[in-house]
């Protein structure tokens, strides 16, 4: 038994009894390599994954390739040809790896691929496991598409509102989404509103507390406006009035279309997104810390950190108290904006982003005027619903697009006239006054494109570090000072 060949097995979906189980396969793999007169090898099991959708990665699939590729082992075993792979691209992977000589089996028999009958008859079985693929998923996707037609459901877990049909309606919930609608379209913060809905015992449709994501996948949700959708195009619509009507439903898929990624919608938290993490460059995000004693006046405990994430995220190391940071941060602001040195340049930043404000608004106004005449036209039938749909296409595209251009100028809402040199009394009333999205604002017109670096805290006698101005520093290197 020099011959090593390592065993793989996959099962497309979990808990499907119509499958051979994954212990099932790698046992009759194992008694055809010892058949075979081979030794079984490595292992290699995907669970749940598709070998027919491209964009399903398998880990253990690639490992098991680089393994065959580099010689690592003489072959596999599989149960059949439709667990290795149901793409005839995969397949051929395989060929060009068997030049140098490797045993494929299956539980009925033995791929000679270093021969034309070998490959034809391998290809055979694959081409047949991707026709077979195929088949089914244009039979999914029209079963789909039908039961979209007709209003039902498609979804596999209820949507909030609705019973699991996805017609049916449930008032108490439905009251739920209409209430949020109208507390986000006011202004009100959507951390506040997660907040009040998790301290009512208003639970998600699956049973879990609502975080700010699950919040705003309810709201946008086209079945609360009546829209049945598939693949992306309303193919239908629910009967009677839906939970949100039209007008409300265009200014929440607008409000969330147009707001940035990574924005900050909490008004918690000055510096979240703008200080910067001494250690690893990333910026930093607010958090409470519940489990620390309160401010003294009753106010949960909150700091800056450094949060580490899957994808570029950060190092999880540096921390800094919310309160006394942003103490600190409005003496930076005063001390800067009070300097007759800024007043100057100031001015003419405010003048440019009036230049570059003012055609957006201009081309948005046009935009949504003739959106207004198109759907004027259609309701007076003089266009059909097919022209309409690809006229407002393009236009409904563009008005998101200047939308979002506009939101990412709302760093600096004071107007040019506003900007002027004035005593650090008149800029510190100014601040005391604001609210945290002006504070902000005027924040990143003091910065001027610069950064605000937050460096590593030395630790204290008591074991819990104190706040230290010095910490702070502006990428030029010089210190942001605080308020006398």
Request: hydrophobic share 35%.
């Amino acid at each position: 038994m020099d011959l090593q060949l390592d065993i793989y097995a996959r099962v497309s979906r979990l808990g499907d009894d119509r499958q051979r189980s994954e212990a099932g396969q790698v046992e009759d793999c194992e008694a055809r390599a010892v058949e075979r007169g081979a030794r079984p090898g490595e292992v290699h099991v995907d669970s749940g994954r598709s070998a027919w959708n491209p964009r399903v990665r398998r880990p253990a699939w690639e490992r098991l390739m680089s393994r065959l590729e580099t010689g690592a082992t003489g072959g596999v075993v599989v149960f059949d040809m439709a667990r290795f792979s149901r793409r005839p691209i995969e397949g051929e992977r395989l060929i060009v790896a068997a030049e140098q000589g490797l045993v494929v089996l299956d539980s009925e028999g033995e791929y000679d691929l270093t021969t034309a009958n070998g490959r034809k008859t391998f290809r055979d079985q694959l081409n047949a496991a991707a026709y077979e693929s195929d088949r089914l998923s244009t039979r999914t996707k029209r079963g789909k598409r039908v039961k979209a037609s007709r209003g039902e459901s498609n979804h596999s877990r209820r949507p909030f509102g609705f019973e699991p049909d996805g017609h049916t309606r449930r008032p108490a919930e439905d009251a739920v989404v209409l209430e949020v609608a109208e507390r986000v379209l006011a202004g009100e913060n959507q951390d506040r509103i997660t907040v009040d809905l998790n301290d009512r015992g208003i639970l998600t449709s699956t049973g879990g507390v609502w975080t700010r994501e699950s919040l705003k996948q309810m709201l946008i949700r086209p079945r609360n406006n009546g829209q049945v959708v598939y693949d992306g195009v309303t193919v239908s619509r629910l009967p009677g009035e839906p939970i949100l009507n039209d007008e409300m439903w265009g200014h929440l898929t607008a409000m969330f279309a147009a707001r940035r990624r990574g924005r900050p919608v909490s008004d918690a938290y000055l510096g979240s997104g703008i200080l910067t993490c001494g250690r690893c460059g990333h910026t930093l995000s607010g958090r409470p810390q519940v489990s620390r004693s309160p401010y003294p006046d009753g106010e949960v405990r909150r700091q800056y950190w450094c949060q580490p994430r899957a994808v570029g995220g950060g190092c999880g190391r540096l921390t800094i108290d919310q309160r006394a940071a942003d103490r600190y941060i409005g003496g930076f602001v005063v001390r800067t904006l009070s300097d007759p040195r800024h007043a100057s340049a100031l001015e003419t930043a405010a003048h440019a982003l009036e230049d570059r404000r003012r055609p957006l608004l201009a081309e948005l106004a046009d935009a949504e005027q003739l959106a207004d005449e198109l759907a004027g036209r259609l309701g007076r039938q003089e266009i059909t619903l097919r022209r309409y749909d690809a006229a407002s296409a393009p236009l409904d595209r563009r008005i998101v697009v200047l939308r979002a251009e506009l939101a990412g100028l709302e760093s600096a809402p004071l107007d040019a006239n506003g900007i002027k040199a004035a005593s650090r009394e008149e800029w510190s009333a100014r601040w005391n006054a604001a609210t945290v999205s002006e504070r902000r604002s005027l924040l990143r017109q003091a910065l001027s494109g610069r950064q605000l670096v937050v460096g590593p805290a030395e630790r204290a006698m008591s074991g819990r570090p104190a706040f230290d101005p010095s910490r702070i520093t502006l990428t030029d290197g010089s210190p942001a000072s605080r308020l006398p």
